[in-house]
């Protein structure tokens, strides 16, 4: 049995065709963070740095997730299903739609 080990990803959150205000985006990445957040201690119970990232015009979130030691495959799985399933849900319950969450390794 081979296990992987996960220690950062890239999380990328966006919208099309939204026309946000400066001040709607900044509530969402409030919301976003206060979801990421919880998901971690529920999961995987270590501490985590968000270091933020540049964003283009659709994008709400976007930042580097950094654990303060690795995750195994399962925990890094978990994680990110669960950020998917919790972060569409309050987005569609806020009234927006094409929502698109991306992962990339780091």
């Known amino acids: ?6 220690t950062g990803l890239e999380l990328l959150i966006t919208i099309e065709n939204s026309d946000l ?4 985006e900044t509530f969402l990445e409030v919301l976003i963070l206060n979801i990421v957040s919880p998901v971690n201690a529920q999961i995987s119970g270590v501490g985590m740095v968000f270091n933020p990232l540049p964003k283009n ?6 930042c580097n ?4 030691k690795s995750l195994d495959e399962i925990e890094y799985k978990e994680f990110k299903n669960t950020i998917d399933k919790r ?5 569609k319950m806020a ?5 698109d969450i991306q992962y990339r390794e780091s």
């Open 95 to 99: 009234g927006l739609s094409n929502i």
């Open 87 to 91: 972060v569409k849900v309050a987005l």
């Open 65 to 68: 997730i950094f654990w303060e």
């Open 57 to 62: 015009k659709d994008d709400v979130f976007h």
């Open 21 to 24: 205000t400066e001040r709607e």
């Open 1 to 6: 049995m081979v296990f992987v080990i996960k």
